[in-house]
């Protein structure tokens, strides 16, 4: 999922203008609670004992982007939607050839010849706009089902890290963070591993 499951010259232009930034916006909002709710509570009882809040860092959409489940799912996510892009764009083409023909053709077309060609091109494209439609609905129903399923795995790996490390607290946006703090490589080679988020229980 990085990331952007389908390269942007397969994606019909309408849902292109859609884009990923929604999704970003979505997931961010979506994974907040789930990295820091957790663990915010030790950080309180950290604080009131004195002890300095041991904390980490994760950039969420570094790892929907290059960790090795989001590739699987985007390359997944190519394959299936593939053969649906390559027909909306032949039916484009399609669309566009019996416009020009009928652009080049018209004075010499009889009236019915015209009503005719007319009215096929008015329901290829009114055919086209719908298959888009779908096609953009499904994409984004699939789409967002595989960033929940990677974001339940990433959320366990970084339990499990935080654990781990006995860190009080792990953020998703900071103004500033100590490199040193950054765990987001540690999480993307965790991804990497067979079975990694699948095991643990929430």
């Known amino acids: 999922m990085a990331h952007s499951p389908l390269p942007s010259s397969l994606v019909p232009e309408n849902a292109k203008a859609r884009g990923l930034p929604a999704l970003a916006r979505a997931l961010r909002q979506a994974l907040r609670p789930l990295l820091c709710a957790a663990m915010l509570g030790s950080a309180g009882l950290a604080q009131a004992a004195g002890a300095p809040a041991r904390i980490g860092y994760i950039d969420i959409e570094r790892v929907l982007q290059e960790s090795a489940p989001a590739r699987q799912e985007a390359q997944q996510l ?6 649906r892009s390559q027909k909306i764009k032949a039916m484009e083409q399609d669309l566009a050839a019996q416009r020009a023909k009928l652009q080049d053709n018209s004075l010499v077309m009889s009236e019915d010849q015209r009503i005719t060609a007319r009215t096929r091109i008015t329901e290829l494209a009114q055919h086209i706009q719908d298959a888009k ?59 990497a591993q067979p079975g990694a988020g699948k095991d643990a229980k929430p």
């Open 78 to 83: 190519r394959q299936e939607f593939l053969p």
């Open 133 to 191: 439609q779908a096609f953009n609905e499904d994409l984004d129903t699939q789409r967002s089902a595989d960033i929940q399923s990677l974001l339940k795995r990433a959320r366990l790996v970084v339990k499990r890290i935080a654990a781990q490390r006995h860190l009080d607290a792990v953020f998703q946006s900071a103004v500033y963070i100590d490199p040193k703090l950054d765990l987001t490589n540690t999480v993307i080679q965790a991804l």
